[in-house]
């Protein structure tokens, strides 16, 4: 998901240094008929952008998930989730 979060980005002409974008995925198992089984994939994100581009990110975060290839091929099968942690930069001068 990280990749393509990161494309969409640059599709919407934000570039992001690869300091500033960066992930952490945890995966959440459950006991299924005693067997444990992955159930659900969390992707934390961590962003540093330029304040004027906030806008453009958050429509970028709201559907690259639709557009992830391993999110869709997960879909029905395993619940994935994201939440991201912004912090703005204020604009070059």
Same mark, same amino acid.
């Given at each position: ?5 990161n ?25 299924r #008929?005693?067997? +444990? @089984? ?10 540093r952008?330029? *304040? &004027?581009?906030? $806008? /453009? ?8 998930? #639709?557009?992830? +290839? @391993? ?12 939440? *991201? &942690?912004?912090? $703005? /930069?204020?604009?070059?001068?």
């Open positions: 998901m990280l990749g393509t979060l494309g969409a980005l640059e599709v919407r002409g934000i570039r992001l240094a690869p300091e500033d974008i960066s992930a952490e995925v945890e995966g959440i198992n459950r006991l #008929d005693r067997m +444990p @089984t992955l159930e659900e994939i969390i992707v934390h994100y961590r962003l952008v330029p *304040a &004027e581009a906030r $806008e /453009t990110v958050d429509r970028a975060l709201a559907s690259h998930g #639709d557009k992830c +290839p @391993t999110a869709r091929s997960l879909e029905g099968a395993i619940e994935v989730s994201w939440t *991201a &942690e912004i912090e $703005e /930069t204020p604009p070059a001068s």
